[in-house]
């Protein structure tokens, strides 16, 4: 067999995959819903219509970028890239100047204001965070992913991960229901700590910014040390 009619026969058989792996259909069915629902609720409520079209775009953008936490601190120590976790330091940057802003301006013309009124979730710190973050860390690796790169998963026809999602759905019940137990164990006796509270918005927001900005500088340092990514 000639060498013309291999290249011939590959790209036969890479077509064939092609068009076999094709997910066009299934994308215009549910572009098809996704429209459908956004109609039904212009009707509805137009609230309803903003909130449904940033979450899709947000959906699309994280399924195009491949953003996912338990990724993002995963990488570095098994193939050293660290693309995923700067664009996590990037996202606390942002995060960081619009709520110190947002906060800013609600409470610039109060003298005195209690942290529980101040937007945002600011929650106590203590002995449930440690706990909690370890028994969390396990689960994402355990499962593949975090919360995010799960959803995803399920989007792109990972069926394996709608177990990961049934884990979820049973935790968080079961947490919400156990909560006010957990609360008054550990959660209401601990310290919430608020920085703006003790020096101010704008020191606070800058210390932040700088401390990102450093953990940011590491990351590409550390990228360019341990990627192996990029030999191969």
Not at 63 to 75: E, K, W
Request: net charge positive.
């Amino acid at each position: 067999m000639t060498s013309g009619k291999i290249e011939e026969l590959k790209q036969q058989r890479q077509k064939e995959i092609k068009l076999r792996n094709s997910q066009l259909k299934y994308f215009l069915f549910v572009a098809l819903i996704c429209f459908i629902i956004c109609f039904y609720f212009v009707y509805k409520n137009t609230t309803y219509v903003i909130v449904w079209t940033i979450g899709i775009l947000i959906g699309f953008t994280m399924q195009r970028s491949r953003f996912c936490f338990a990724a993002s601190f995963r990488d570095p120590i098994m193939v050293g890239t660290t693309s995923l976790f700067r664009a996590v330091i990037i996202g606390l940057m942002i995060s960081t100047i619009g709520f110190s802003i947002f906060q800013y301006i609600t409470v610039s013309n109060t003298l005195e204001y209690s942290i529980s009124k101040i937007p945002g979730q600011i929650s106590p710190v203590g002995f449930h965070t440690i706990i909690g973050a370890i028994i969390f860390g396990i689960g994402m690796v355990i499962a593949g992913g975090c919360a995010s790169g799960t959803l995803i998963r399920i989007g792109e026809g990972y069926m394996m991960q709608v177990i990961v999602l049934i884990g979820f759905i049973i935790g968080t019940t079961l947490g919400s229901n156990h909560f006010e137990f957990w609360d008054k164990l550990f959660i209401s006796s601990s310290k919430t700590i608020y920085i703006p509270e003790y020096i101010g918005f704008m020191p606070a927001t800058l210390i932040q910014l700088i401390v990102l900005g450093i953990i940011y500088w590491v990351a590409i340092w550390y990228d360019k040390q341990n990627n192996i990514m990029v030999d191969l």
